[in-house]
């Protein structure tokens, strides 16, 4: 089945080691150890890289780097959303100056949501789930692409980097990025390259190795950054790190949108909504009968209730594996396979809910000094 591979549409089979050749990404040689700790490199969830040497040696040494992300807050944050957020806590935990910026005004120029929603669902959703899950304000810059900072040079800064990049892109470079251009394509563009490079200006922390942890549908994104930082001589940016994660499959077995209320299991969802999309939606890898299911066995890697289990909600490597041997062969049937998952939601949404609600007071004083 051919697949497409973009930053507006991900569908098919995607072929991940076709992409490494057509995109020109790196394999991990060798990532340090503290990496090989985390599910996602243990895994291979994280399958590629650009330049990670930099970031791996800073690591290593205990060095200064940064780590940059963004969000669109348009849809509730769901699983697929998880998989970033768990990135960008575990990098925070290594050192990382975290960067996280609400892409409010490309929001704005291609939804149909006003500022204020924006705003809201940013802040009461997708922040909250971060601290929630551990994310440590006092060690993360969160901003709005609409209002950097309060303090005027660092804002001037960034916005006066978005619009000397300008220079150094063409018309052409947009176009094969974006297809169609419009004037907020473009001014989108130009903000979210200075978000990737801005933390390496003089007003924040100069140059200094950054990280964009992406799936692979935004490397468009980072190739045009990579390209203007280079052109653009006047502050020495180093050139930009990125790794690439494969993505989290909806429970129809497409990609996770949230667009689709049937395609994920957002994090504020109730236990029972979660259990009931599971046993409705969730794309099964057995077979049409239980004789049959004995007889061949199921396939787990289109199986979403163990592909859920493999991208974090079963930690244990061991039981994994075990769960992965059982249903190949027969022994575990896909209901079965469906209740693992569910109780191991139960028990996640639990404790996730709950510290959510401990989230609200520090989210709140945080947001009102911004």
Known sequence: ???????WEVKGNIDYDRLIQEFGLQKF???????????????????????????????????PFAMMTGLM??????????????????YQNLGA?????????????????????????AVNDYLTNYVAMGLDLNKCDFYFQSARSNDGKKASAYYKLA????????????????????????TSSLLQASDMLHPQLEEFNGPIPTLIPVGTDQDPHIRLARDMSQKIKEFGFIQLSSTYHVFMPGLSNGKM?????????????????????????AFSGGQATMEEHRKKGGNPNVDVAYQFL???????DKKLKAIYDDYKSGKLLSGELKQITIDKLKTFL???????????????QFISKL
């Open 73 to 90: 807050p348009t849809g509730k944050m769901h699983f697929g959303h998880k998989l970033l957020m768990d990135q960008v806590i575990f």
């Open 350 to 364: 639990e404790h996730h809910q709950k510290e959510r609600e401990k989230a609200k007071k520090k989210v709140d």
């Open 97 to 121: 100056k975290v960067y996280i910026a609400v892409a409010d005004i490309e929001a704005y120029n291609n939804r149909n949501l006003s500022m204020k929603e924006l705003k809201d669902n």
């Open 163 to 186: 619009g000397l990049l300008a220079k150094h892109a063409t018309f052409n470079e947009f176009k094969a990025v974006y297809g169609e251009i419009t004037p907020g394509k473009m």
């Open 257 to 281: 949108s949230s667009s689709d209320i049937t395609s994920f299991i957002a994090l504020t969802d109730t236990i029972e909504d979660a259990e009931k999309k599971i046993k409705k939606y």
């Open 310 to 316: 493999r991208y974090g909600l079963e930690p244990d």
């Open 1 to 7: 089945m051919t697949f497409k591979v973009t930053p």
């Open 29 to 63: 040689k060798e990532v340090p150890k503290q990496l090989e700790e985390f599910i996602h490199y243990r895994r291979g969830i994280i399958f590629a890289n650009r330049d990670f040497s930099r970031i791996s040696d800073a690591i290593k040494n205990k060095k």
